[in-house]
């Protein structure tokens, strides 16, 4: 039988800006976007990461540094916040060659970890450690200083516990978190590596879900004040790239029954976890042979980090590193059609820093 799972803080919050925001996409009329955020008017426009691409963007906050005034953070420092009459962005893209400050600047320019983190907060930050086979250098697990980083931001911010999960479909959870390199660098920032012990999943409703109505998910990732969603972007032989809406498959414990209808059921499976923050990391990614990698031929290194709310956005953008587009990916184009964020770029507010 199927447990309706108790609502923690965070998901009552989650569900009610779920129904909050499909009542106001069921208002609108099929021609009109499906944006979440209401349309604000370019001041500057700015090209996607990839010259190829179509897609625009814009800078609606001329108070904030240009791109080329960007002051990086110093590794270490705290997040760096907004002034009082600064705009933030609502979806960031930092680029330089230092991850721990590219980090701190996307995170910055959204607002500061400080509007994320409340004192005493639990927080879960979930990478991509799919396996052990390679260190990070082959780009087919999230790079460990980002993820080191972010840990540290929560701690600045009042996190009372910041833990650090996945569940790897090649190799042990403890000799991935190894390879990968997250655990020394989570743990000296402060950090807990937690391994997602299979007696604990749960089975859970998923209330939006149009082809499957229940999922068996690792609990704590449901009842955290806050889930970091923080994928690398690369290269996936089913679904064409792994970003953020693919990485939260790594919350669930029968994975074969998401390929049945793979990208509806990613979609769905978003509409359920919903992390509030998602940081894309593309300090390296893997342009070929994804998930797993193995030829150091196939990273390109691309010094970028993307962050936002907004997955669906953040994913989108993400897909311009490869020249596609989020309408050329199933899941963040389904997990746009329910309503779960937006794929319109030319919609949002974007800042886009070089350190």
Do not use: W
């Not at 799919?130 to 250098?137: I, L, R, S």
């Not at 499976?269 to 998930?291: F, K, N, Q, Y």
């Not at 994913?315 to 490869?322: K, P, Q, S, V």
């Amino acid at each position: 039988m199927t447990r309706r799972h108790p609502l923690s803080r965070r998901t009552f919050i989650k569900l009610t800006a779920t129904v909050a925001a499909g009542a106001a996409l069921a208002s609108c009329s099929p021609a009109k976007s499906t944006s979440l955020p209401t349309k604000v008017t370019p001041t500057e426009q700015i090209a996607p990461a990839n010259p190829t691409s179509s897609l625009a963007a814009t800078v609606t906050n001329p108070a904030e540094p240009t791109a080329g005034e960007a002051t990086p953070a110093e590794p270490g420092s705290p997040s760096p916040e907004p002034s009082a009459t600064s705009t933030p962005a609502y979806l960031a893209v930092a680029h330089g060659p230092d991850p721990a400050a590219i980090t701190r600047a996307a995170i910055g320019a959204l607002g500061g970890m400080a509007s994320f983190v409340s004192p005493g907060y639990d927080v879960i930050i979930k990478p991509n450690i799919c396996t052990d086979y390679h260190p990070p250098e082959y780009a087919s697990t999230t790079n460990p200083t980002v993820v080191a980083t972010l840990v540290s931001m929560c701690l600045e911010a009042g996190a009372k516990r910041v833990r650090v999960m996945d569940y790897p479909f090649g190799g042990t959870a403890k000799s991935a978190y190894e390879i990968s390199g997250i655990k020394e660098a989570v743990e000296a920032a402060g950090g807990e590596m937690h391994v997602m012990t299979r007696s604990k999943y749960e089975v859970v409703d998923i209330h939006q879900g149009k082809d499957i109505s229940s999922v068996e998910i690792y609990p704590d990732i449901l009842n955290a004040d806050l889930l970091i969603n923080v994928p690398i972007a690369k290269n996936h032989g089913s679904t064409k790239l792994t970003l953020g809406g693919k990485n939260l498959m790594g919350v669930i414990l029968d994975r074969n029954l998401m390929h049945i209808n793979l990208s509806q059921r990613i979609a769905a499976l978003t509409s359920l976890v919903m992390p509030e923050l998602t940081v894309i990391d593309a300090v390296r990614i893997l342009t070929r042979h994804g998930p797993t990698g193995g030829d150091l031929a196939d990273v390109k290194q691309m010094d970028t980090i993307i962050a936002s709310r907004d997955i669906v956005a953040a994913d989108a953008y993400a897909t311009t590193l490869f020249g596609m587009s989020g309408e050329d990916i199933g899941y963040i184009k389904a997990s746009a059609k329910m309503g779960l964020g937006t794929l319109d770029l030319s919609s949002i507010n974007i800042q886009e820093l070089k350190l």
